[in-house]
């Protein structure tokens, strides 16, 4: 780092000395590898440690657009942070800058990072449309069990002998993205690839994407299904045709050619 060297001359009883004081005003380097999560009301963000040894601490920055005035959301020694200002289908974008111990601080990162909140909840129970008709369904906006022929039901239950189903109607859209480990490994909703019979075998521990008539998308994992009734957690994008349902890792991040000039940044 550049420093700048000042003698000291300090007179002292016995003898002169000098000693030398630097002063660091070289900031560090930017943040980089910043990575979101979407979380239910809030958005988790995460970042590669900072390799200069001197970095104190890191500030995380949100705007609403990539190209944005952002401004400070709150300082951290960690490298994560949860933004709990974050709001359920609305999308933020995040920065994160270091500083060092001298108060130097580094320029905004140039990562993309950006994410959109969207509800979530478990252990919701249907039972068989033909036995208990009005606890079939589910209607993700809502949030809540409808009959199955309710006007807005999104997916309903069916057993047939013994053979376990999810239903969808024609204006909706199904598909088993295959066995899970959680609700969270399905990353964003695929574009294609829909069951056009607009229903598929209910297995336990497979997770489906749906598309819903009013064009959101919604996922849920089936946690277990038997003659009782099918159990299921679930997460919904309450944003119109934004893909993104899942706490998510494994995006890649991306060099945007905009840049974020200081003029937009407010300290």
């Known amino acids: 780092m550049k420093r700048l060297t000042f003698m000291l001359m300090i007179a002292l009883a016995a003898a002169g000395c000098s000693k030398d004081f630097e002063i660091d005003t070289t900031p560090p380097a930017p943040p980089q590898g910043i990575r979101t ?22 500030k995380v920055w949100v705007s609403n ?3 944005g005035e952002y401004r400070l959301i709150d300082k951290t020694s960690s490298t994560t942070f949860v933004d709990y200002g974050a709001v359920n289908g ?3 974008y995040y920065a994160v800058s270091s500083y ?3 108060h130097n601080e580094s320029a905004l990162s140039r990562d993309v990072a950006y994410d959109t909140p969207r509800p979530e909840g478990y252990g919701v129970l249907l039972k068989d449309y033909r036995t208990v008709p009005n606890s079939a369904g589910y209607e993700f906006y809502s949030l809540k069990v409808v009959p199955y022929d309710d006007k807005y039901a999104d997916v309903f239950f069916e057993d047939a002998s013994g053979y376990f189903f999810l239903n969808v109607y024609t204006d909706t859209d199904i ?5 899970t480990v959680s609700l969270d490994d399905i990353s964003v ?8 019979s607009k229903s598929a075998e209910a297995i336990a521990g497979h997770t489906y994407v749906i598309l819903t008539w009013d064009n959101h998308f919604a996922k849920l994992r089936v946690r277990q299904v038997s003659a009782s009734g099918l159990v299921f ?3 919904y994008q309450t944003a119109s045709g934004n893909p993104e349902l899942k706490r998510n890792f494994d995006r890649p991040n991306r060099i945007f050619p905009l ?6 940044v407010r300290r």
């Not at 598909?175 to 066995?179: E, F, I, R, V, W």
């Not at 840049?259 to 937009?264: L, S």
């Open 65 to 67: 657009r990539y190209d």
């Open 175 to 179: 598909q088993d993205m295959g066995y």
């Open 259 to 264: 840049t974020r000039e200081a003029g937009t």
């Open 37 to 58: 999560i979407s979380l239910d009301n809030a958005v988790q963000i995460a970042w590669l440690p900072s390799q200069d040894g001197d970095v104190a601490g890191y």
């Open 233 to 235: 957690d679930w997460a």
């Open 100 to 102: 060092d111990f001298s």
């Open 90 to 92: 609305v999308t933020s």
């Open 189 to 196: 909703a695929p574009q294609a690839g829909w069951t056009p």
